[in-house]
C-alpha cells in the first residue's frame, strides 16, 4: 500500500520560534497534499489543501501568513508553523492523494502524524 | 447542524459482543463515505469505504441510508484490539478533501 511519512514525528520549541513539518510520499506521486490539526479529544480539521507546484488553498480562519505550505514536488509538501505559540501546540497530520481521476473517490493515505508541543 | 455528526460515546463493551455505531451527515448530495479508525496519538486508518447501499468485510459492516443521510458501522465478535475511535468520514463535494466526524470511542474490555 502506500506509505506516506512526516518528519519529525514530535517537536517541542520555545514560543516564537518556527517549525517546519515535512510530509513525504514514499512509493507514489501526490498530487495533493492535506494538512490537517487534531486538537485532544476533536476531531481533524483540515487547515489546507496543497496541488504540487500551486499555492495551498487555506480554509476559513487559517492563516496562511502563520502555517507557510509548500508543495515544490510530487512526493514532498511542508508546513511551517511561523512564531509558534502554546495555542498552536497540536497534532498535525498530512494525507496524499494521488489519483488522478479528480474528484472526492481518490484514496487519502494519512501520515503518522507530528505532535507540536510549544512552550 | 454540524457536517458530520457522531456520538462521542465512549462504548464499553465486553468482548464478544456486537456493537453498532451511527453518523449523520448534512449533504444530502454525498456520494461516498468511509470509516477511519483511529488509536490514540496515531493517524487516521482507513477501514471501510461506502459507495452504494453498504459494505461488508468480516466481522464489519457498513450501512448507507440515504433517505435519512446517516451511515451505520457494526462490528460483531468485538475484539480487545478493537478499542479505538472510530471516525465517520465525508468527502467534500467536488473537493477531495474530507470532513471526519469528531468519532466514537470504542472500549472492549475482557
Known amino acids: 500500500g502506500a506509505v506516506v511519512s512526516q518528519h519529525p514525528s514530535w517537536v517541542i520549541c520555545k514560543s516564537g520560534t518556527s517549525v517546519k513539518i515535512e510530509c513525504r510520499s514514499l512509493d507514489f506521486q501526490a498530487t495533493t497534499m492535506f494538512w490537517y490539526r487534531q486538537f485532544p479529544k476533536q476531531s481533524l480539521m483540515l487547515m489546507a489543501t496543497?496541488?504540487?507546484?500551486?499555492?495551498?488553498?487555506?480554509e476559513q480562519g487559517v492563516e496562511k501568513d502563520k502555517f507557510l505550505i509548500n508543495h515544490a514536488s510530487l512526493t514532498l509538501s511542508t508546513l511551517t508553523v511561523t512564531s509558534a505559540h502554546p495555542e498552536d501546540s497540536s497534532f498535525y497530520i498530512c494525507?496524499?492523494?494521488?489519483?488522478?481521476?479528480?474528484?472526492?473517490?481518490?484514496?487519502?493515505?494519512f501520515g503518522p502524524g507530528t505532535r507540536l508541543t510549544v512552550l | 447542524r454540524k457536517e458530520v455528526e457522531q456520538d462521542p460515546g465512549p462504548f464499553n463493551v465486553p468482548e464478544g459482543a456486537t456493537v453498532a455505531f451511527n453518523c449523520t451527515y448534512s449533504?444530502?448530495?454525498?456520494?461516498?463515505f468511509f470509516w477511519y479508525r483511529q488509536d490514540c496519538r496515531k493517524e487516521p486508518k482507513l477501514l471501510m469505504s461506502v459507495y452504494s447501499s453498504g459494505n461488508e468485510d468480516g466481522r464489519f459492516t457498513a450501512q448507507l441510508n440515504r433517505a435519512s443521510q446517516y451511515i451505520s458501522l457494526l462490528i460483531r465478535d468485538s475484539k480487545l484490539s478493537d478499542s479505538a475511535t472510530y471516525l465517520c468520514v465525508v468527502p467534500e463535494g467536488g473537493r477531495r478533501a474530507l470532513t471526519f466526524g469528531s468519532g466514537t470511542r470504542l472500549q472492549v474490555q475482557p
Open positions: 494525507s496524499a492523494s494521488g489519483g488522478t481521476g479528480g474528484g472526492w473517490a481518490d484514496t487519502q493515505y
Open positions: 496543497s496541488n504540487e507546484g500551486s499555492k495551498a488553498t487555506y
Open positions: 449533504n444530502s448530495a454525498s456520494q461516498s
